[in-house]
């Protein structure tokens, strides 16, 4: 585990005195450098305290990591600290956390400046009473914040470091914005690699041979058993569903009486998959990301973060990222008496809509861009009642079976929808005659 410095800040309304001396009792008996000014305290954890600062060079406030005066003794310990410095100075990412400083106070204590986040926890975003669980003002908000996080860890994979420990209490959401993943002590560097932190054999984190490392309510299942050996890039995909899972359903995906049994869990891979969490909705869609994103076997993963967020992308934007099929002049889209297993989107040209009556053509009417056709056939599972063919080059979306059955699914509101206007088709139906019928379906072709 590693201490989690939460780095919030409500304003400052002495930060012009430039002119006091720093006070002691922020800090106990060893005082830090004269160029700062102690504010206030921001956080404590395991290995020491986050305070906030004025620079007084610089005319501008900034968090203060200060090691714990006893760690401070502890050469492991102060390697660590100092390895989390220099590994985090060199992720440069607009979802990255500055490091401006690293340091020793006049007491020997090392300590590291960075910029001051000024916003929640993605954890106390998730547990706001007003974004509910599947509202979409949940997703649409905490799934783009979940997205800055993925380009925070693709670069970070691009130089080749691991997070090892993703989760909503390590994501600082800001106003304008700000979307900062933290806390990178527990990171994995490959060597050789673009990043350069020495983590010779003495480091604390080279000598670990067993145990788990990080949080174990969103770690997959070689982390947790501690086959550090493994642990790599689909390691951190895992990490980012489980997060996902969180957004989603509201719920941490292992979550045990205590520590011990969460980390049975995460080794045993044991969690709700979340269509089958009652009380909450969630589609089919976004269902299925979350639980390749979480599989057991790193295989059987997203290989990469781009991939995962590529997947977010599309169930975010809906219908932007249907395939998309293009017809010749005279070529048919749809044929009567077929079984429907395609909905078209009409995006360019125009089309035919027609009927065979007495062995001749009988014109129903003209579909163009925006146009909707085959939709009753799919979702009533009956054959095509008319032909529709392209009048010249046609560009259509094309939105099949499966995927419209995941978006109206039984039991969503979509398909509640969906199932009354095609039950009240068919009670409609049942009372017209024969040529009205068959007018009627045409048109609807």
């Known amino acids: 585990m590693t201490d989690q410095d ?18 002691s009792a922020h800090w106990g008996p060893a005082p830090v450098p004269q160029r700062y000014r102690v504010l ?16 007084r060079g610089l005319r501008r406030e900034v968090a203060m990591k200060l090691l714990d005066s006893d760690l401070a003794k502890r050469p492991e310990a102060v390697q660590l600290f100092t390895e989390e410095a220099q590994l985090s100075s060199q992720l440069e990412h607009p979802n ?7 340091g020793v106070d006049t007491d020997e204590r090392p300590y590291f400046t960075m910029g001051v986040v000024r916003g929640n ?62 806390d ?11 990043v350069d ?104 993963r997203f290989q990469s973060v781009a991939e995962l967020k590529l997947h977010v992308q599309r169930f975010l934007h809906g219908g932007l990222h249907l395939p998309r099929q293009h017809f010749a002049a005279g070529e048919r889209l749809v044929e009567e008496g077929a079984i429907g297993e395609e909905v078209y989107i009409i995006t360019r040209g125009t089309c035919e809509v027609y009927k065979t009556v007495g062995g001749k053509k009988k014109v129903l009417r003209k579909l163009g861009i925006g146009d909707v056709l085959g939709e009753l056939g799919v979702i009533s599972s009956t054959p095509r009642t008319a032909t529709v063919e392209a009048l010249e080059r046609v560009s259509a979306l094309v939105l099949g079976r499966e995927a419209l059955e995941e978006s109206f699914a039984a039991g969503t509101w979509e398909g509640l929808i969906v199932k009354s206007l095609v039950d009240r088709f068919r009670e409609v139906d049942k009372l017209l005659t ?11 072709e």
């Open 6 to 23: 939460t780095l919030r800040e409500r304003g400052d309304d002495d930060a012009s005195k430039d002119d006091e001396p720093p006070s």
């Open 40 to 55: 206030r305290k921001l956080g404590e954890g395991g290995m020491g305290t986050v305070h906030l600062v004025r620079d």
């Open 96 to 102: 990255m956390l500055p490091i401006h400083e690293l």
């Open 121 to 182: 926890t993605l954890w106390q975003l998730l547990h706001d009473p007003d974004r509910r669980p599947g509202s979409p003002e949940r997703l649409g908000e905490l799934i783009e914040v979940f997205l800055k996080v993925c380009d925070a860890v693709a670069y970070a994979h691009s130089r080749g470091v691991v997070h090892r420990d993703i989760k909503p209490d390590n994501v600082m959401v800001g106003p304008f914005g700000a979307v900062y993943l933290m």
């Open 184 to 194: 990178w002590g527990l990171a994995k560097v490959k060597r050789p690699g673009p």
């Open 197 to 300: 932190v020495p983590r010779p054999p003495g480091s604390p984190l080279t000598k670990i041979t067993e145990g788990a490392i990080g949080t174990p309510a969103y770690m997959p299942p070689e982390q947790a058993r501690g086959d550090h050996d493994h642990v790599d890039e689909r390691s951190d995909v895992f990490a980012l569903g489980a997060v996902l899972y969180h957004i989603v359903t509201g719920r941490i995906p292992y979550d045990g009486d205590d520590s011990n049994e969460t980390l049975r869990a995460a080794k045993e891979h044991r969690w709700t998959p979340p269509e089958r969490i009652p009380g909450v909705f969630v589609q089919r869609k976004i269902a299925r990301v979350i639980e390749r994103a979480m599989a057991a076997d790193p295989a059987d």
């Open 434 to 444: 024969e040529d009205q019928r068959k007018s009627l379906h045409g048109l609807e």
